[in-house]
């Protein structure tokens, strides 16, 4: 017979199945446009992103509205991905916004984050820092590429079948209302 489990082991256990459970996060891409002659393939994906993120919740339309405010006030420096997205917005009109992996683990989101900013490469990217600094001390560099590969072909495999959103200088009438209706942009 198994022994009795004591009232802090079993609040422990409840406290782990609920970290567990915390499912809500995922990772995002901005991608500038290009023109596609044929089907979207993986190398023309990978080399639109320009920015790779993760988050939880409505972080994606926080970080927008961010770079709008300040994309505003060009008195300040600007980071290489608030360039970027004003280069996009002047000679596109608009850049994408992607979002994959969605209902992860902020572990996962964490180190998937990390691996595809190594395997991209962060020379190639307006990333500011390889993401998750943890990865490195569990992962080899090797290691953290390959899996890096892995997740940008899975990602590109899950934005094929998701909507893209169009992220344009200002909110567009479709950003206002689902914002009034407290519904989430971002998919």
Known sequence: MPPKKDDLTKKFEKLQNDKLKEKKSYCYFFLRPVEIQTALDPETFRKMIFYIGRGTDDRIWKHINNIREKTKERDEVMSPKMNMVLECWEKYKYFYVVKVFNGIHKIDSKCRES?????????????????????????????????????LKAAFEEARKNEWDRVEKEESKKEKMM?????????
């Open 179 to 187: 914002k009034e209706m407290g519904v989430q942009l971002f998919r």
């Open 115 to 151: 691996v595809m900013i190594t395997a991209k490469g962060l020379r190639n990217l307006t990333n500011k820092i390889n993401g998750w600094e943890i990865a490195e001390n569990i992962i080899s560099l090797e290691d953290q590429k390959e899996y890096g590969e892995r997740m």
